[in-house]
């Protein structure tokens, strides 16, 4: 169990630190906005009304914006977390992005510029992108066997941050409707005030700047008394042997390295699961599917807003949280995914089903499928980057992950309605086939990581000619380093 201070730091992290959740969730201000972007545009051709058509796509760009500024912000993190380092990048730029763009969204009705709202979501967009590496950030922090609760709380923390974020809009009047962008700068501002309390990742402090006793002052920081300094330099400088080759690692080095490559497509192939299995359509189209399935119209925002996404998102934090503690990474990566393929095939087939069992089909698939996100899929795939992947290469995975996954979650939502038009619930089989086949090569290849130190891991994907030494003595990098060279010399 993680020790009081860790406790504090964590929560402090996770509750401050997730601020951008909030404004991603504010799907109750479309009618304000709507009947605002209606004014300005009114007011800026004379009086004219503008068409529904222009209004219509005018908004869903304002819409977007959130999702593509998360797919650019995925391009910063793997620069602004190795050269900035990561709490100056969590708790000083994120914040400062969500600041400045949560003003900006706050100004466009006294200055009637709609372009505000959508340059407000963009900036929180892209520093929603920079969250993603929060899991990571903690897991470098912490001791391994405290991996996982940090990432339950961190999925606690977004399912409650977006719970909160669908009730706020309705705390205004229409009159004081861009009020409520101002709500999530008080958690904002707080994180990035007390940024000089914390020390930046242990693992940062070492494996960039080789500040043995910075890196031991930040452990001490986050664990107290509770951790062993030898046996951590000992796994820290094993772990920066995997790979002398390069000092910044490319894409294109990632791929041409085993001990880089492979837990970088593992890492990725946990993250697409989610949308996989469906879970952008549960929180963008739950209420539309609820009213298709002969859901009464007045009843399927209820279910949809209060049952399907914040009922069963906390149910699925309390499942993760029993199932993290009693199984191994490997055995909870594989039931959260396997719960994404079944979701999505239960998504697929509601179709060919009819009357209650249609309902009650769909009504399950959409279920599986926010449990299974809440559960595991929002943080898994952070943690294990911390948990697989080098110094080296780990930030640039993390980004990779967060724009793939935006990618598709983006292409998921914009394609959905069309497809469904045309071939019904069968629109959803790619997602379903596609989960299955990311669940199979998990299977194949993910290792158990809960526990394990990071170098004792990559050996199943370390080659002899650049099998790292682990030596046993006190020995600083540069001396580990010239060892291995010789070593490979001969």
């Known amino acids: 169990m993680l020790i009081l201070r860790e406790k504090l730091a964590v929560a402090f992290h996770v509750v401050f630190g997730s601020s951008a959740a909030l404004y991603n969730s504010m799907t109750n201000l479309e009618a304000d906005g709507r009947n605002f972007l209606h004014e300005v545009l009114s007011e800026r051709d004379g009086g004219r009304a503008p068409s529904d058509a222009k209004v219509a796509i005018i908004w869903s760009s304002i819409t977007a914006a959130y999702a593509i500024g998360a797919f650019c912000g995925s391009f910063f993190i793997h620069t602004l977390m190795d050269s900035l380092g990561r709490r100056n990048t969590l708790m000083r730029v994120q914040n400062s992005l969500l600041i400045v763009g949560g003003i900006a969204q706050f100004c466009a009705r006294p200055s009637r510029l709609f372009e505000l709202l959508l340059l407000g979501r963009l900036l929180c967009g892209v520093a929603y992108a920079l969250t993603t590496f929060s899991p990571t950030f903690l897991a470098e922090c912490l001791a391994k066997k405290d991996h996982g609760t940090a990432g339950l709380m961190q999925s606690l ?66 664990r107290g008394a509770d951790f062993d300094w030898d046996d951590e330099l000992k796994h820290m400088n094993a772990e920066r042997l995997l790979d002398t080759s390069t000092s910044f690692a490319s894409l294109k080095h990632i791929l041409a390295k085993p001990v880089l490559r492979s837990p970088f497509l593992l890492v990725i192939a946990v993250g697409l699961m989610a949308s996989c299995g469906g879970i952008d359509i549960a929180h963008q189209y739950s209420t539309s599917l609820m009213v298709g399935l002969h859901i009464g119209s007045n009843v399927a925002p209820l279910i949809s807003g209060l049952g399907i996404n914040l009922f069963c998102g906390m149910i699925g934090v309390i499942i993760g949280y029993m199932a993290e503690r009693r199984t191994g990474r490997r055995q909870f990566v594989l039931g959260c995914s396997l719960m994404c393929v079944l979701s999505s095939s239960l998504l697929s087939i509601t179709d060919v089903c009819s009357g209650a069992l249609q309902q009650i089909v769909g009504v399950a698939g959409l279920i599986t499928s926010t449990v299974s996100f809440y559960a595991g899929m929002t943080y898994l795939p952070g943690i294990l980057a911390a948990e697989m992947c080098p110094y080296l290469s780990r930030s640039i995975t993390v ?54 130190a990071l170098d004792d891991i990559a050996q199943m994907w370390t080659d002899t000619e650049t099998k790292p030494i682990i030596a046993e003595d006190g020995h600083d990098y540069g001396t580990r380093l010239r060892r291995l060279s010789d070593h490979q010399g001969h």
Do not use: C
């Open 157 to 222: 923390s977004w399912a409650t941050m977006i719970g909160i974020g669908t009730l706020l809009p309705q705390m205004f009047s229409p009159p004081t409707w861009h009020y409520v962008y101002l709500i999530p700068l008080i958690p904002s501002a707080i994180h990035a005030a007390l940024s000089f309390s914390f020390p930046d990742s242990p693992k940062h402090i070492y494996m960039r700047h080789f500040d043995t006793a910075g890196a031991k002052r930040a452990l001490s920081f986050y």
């Open 399 to 452: 980004g990779v992950n967060t724009g793939a996954s935006w990618l598709l979650a983006i292409s998921v939502i914009v394609l959905f309605m069309p497809l469904k038009r045309q071939f019904g619930s069968f629109s959803i089989l790619p997602l379903s086939v596609a989960a299955s086949a990311l669940w199979l090569f998990l299977y194949r290849n993910l290792p158990e990581t809960k526990g394990r």
